[in-house]
């Protein structure tokens, strides 16, 4: 996969938001579509550290939420375990919510595609990685499994 099929994941995903007009199942289907991209994508991207002066504009959270709940008016909220390998059976239990997943995911994807058009492509792809591991990485986890329950939980 090289840099243009990592733009064309984010793309993507951001477009869904934006610009996909179909049905709930629809919707759903190429959500879990444009995350697994994305998340393959990763796994792809590398990039040096650059040292810029510039940095993206804060993102308007709250657009890309209302985004979100009127692509899945559905989503809600699910558990997530506080640890995962540790303190197995007694761990407390925290509470997600989908729609913040894909508005957390799709502010720090737009900060990417400002830096790729203002920036440079390995600053965007640096902040693509970066992104992933320390913050978007784990909503996009997070929300895969929220969508395998929808569809298979009892």
């Known amino acids: ?3 243009q099929a990592i733009r064309a994941s984010i793309n993507n995903f951001l ?10 199942h629809a919707n759903m289907h190429a959500l879990e579509l444009a995350l697994d991209q994305l998340a393959l994508a990763y796994h792809f991207s590398s990039a040096e550290f650059e ?18 709940v009127e692509r899945f ?20 239990m925290q509470v997600g919510d989908a729609l913040d997943d894909i508005a957390d995911i799709a502010c720090d994807l737009a900060e990417v595609v400002w830096c790729w058009e203002h920036i440079s492509e390995p600053d965007a792809l640096w902040r693509f ?11 996009l986890r997070q929300l895969q ?6 569809r298979h939980e009892a």
């Not at 040292?51 to 979100?68: F, G, H, S, V």
């Open 51 to 68: 040292d810029t002066e510039l940095n993206p504009p804060t993102q308007d959270y709250e657009r890309w939420r209302k985004l979100a």
């Open 73 to 92: 008016p559905q989503f809600g909220f699910y558990n997530i375990p506080s640890r995962i390998t540790s303190q197995v059976m007694e761990t407390e």
């Open 15 to 24: 477009d869904l938001l934006e610009n996909y007009q179909g049905d709930l």
């Open 129 to 139: 990685r970066f992104g992933y591991e320390q913050h978007w990485g784990e909503h």
């Open 1 to 3: 996969m090289n840099s």
């Open 145 to 150: 499994l929220y969508l395998y329950a929808l």
